[in-house]
């Protein structure tokens, strides 16, 4: 990134990244909700992973499919043909990572956070075989989550796979975890950042990716100090 000193504050580009796709516009974690977000302006897409019944890694949100879908369950608890039979808002079906990640190749920058167990050991084989392939790089990701277990063990499997720490409690945990597993990203909610913050930790080394940031006044507020990235359920605000 090319950086430019004005009055002793750094600034970059900043990535715009849409929140499961463009959550605020269309049914999140689809392949419409993506497309949507890059038509919307966004050069990245963050999005959720479980693993379900039958080994696949899912791309979902919730621990459960009752809010989202016309169903009901646990998502490790149902097989890849059950979830596939369902219907998220009435209209759209779930996807595969496999399904996603070929659907945007090449199309922009893409946040895999590991949001359900045991996520960490299939996402990383995977990963390996797909950049083996050539089919990504490695800088055409991040994989993130809160779960200190799936962190650790994407670290020790694949120590390749650049890491993002998310947090809603503490930039100073987050900032630990990253020390420790020698991520290259802190994931903050907006709320937890202050200038002095985000500072010290570009100082440090790591991107600042911050969510979901959605009201004009708190996009101009974070932006302002200087982050990498805003994760937005509206992109076009960005």
């Known amino acids: 990134m090319k950086f430019i000193f004005v009055k002793n504050q750094r600034m970059s580009e900043m990535l715009k990244i849409g929140h499961r796709g463009a959550k605020g516009h269309i049914a999140e974690n689809t392949l419409a909700s993506f497309e949507k977000a890059?038509?919307?302006g966004a050069k990245a897409v963050e999005l959720d992973v479980h693993v379900c019944a039958t080994g696949e890694l899912v791309v979902f949100h919730d621990f459960t499919v009752d809010r989202t879908t016309n169903g009901s369950g646990e998502v490790h608890q149902l097989s890849l043909a059950e979830l596939k039979a369902l219907q998220v808002e009435d209209q759209y079906t779930i996807a595969t990572l496999e399904e996603v990640l070929?659907?945007?190749?090449?199309?922009?920058?893409i946040n895999i956070e590991m949001k359900g167990r045991h996520t960490a050991k299939p996402l990383a084989e995977l990963l390996e075989k797909y950049t083996e392939d050539k089919r990504f790089a490695y800088n055409d990701i991040i994989v993130s989550s809160f779960q200190y277990e799936e962190l650790?063990?994407?670290?020790?499997?694949?120590?390749?796979?650049p890491l993002g720490i998310l947090t809603q409690a503490s930039v100073a945990q987050a900032w630990e975890w990253a020390v420790e597993f020698s991520a290259k990203a802190i994931h903050p909610h907006y709320s937890l950042l202050t200038e002095t913050n985000v500072e010290h930790a570009r100082e440090a080394g790591f991107k600042i990716y911050t969510w979901t940031v959605n009201e004009p006044e708190d996009i101009a507020?974070?932006?302002?100090?200087?982050?990498?990235?805003?994760?937005s359920d509206y992109p076009e605000r960005l």
């Open 38 to 40: 890059l038509d919307l």
């Open 102 to 109: 070929a659907f945007l190749q090449g199309r922009c920058f």
């Open 152 to 161: 650790k063990q994407m670290s020790q499997l694949n120590p390749d796979v």
């Open 221 to 231: 507020r974070v932006k302002s100090y200087g982050v990498d990235g805003i994760i």
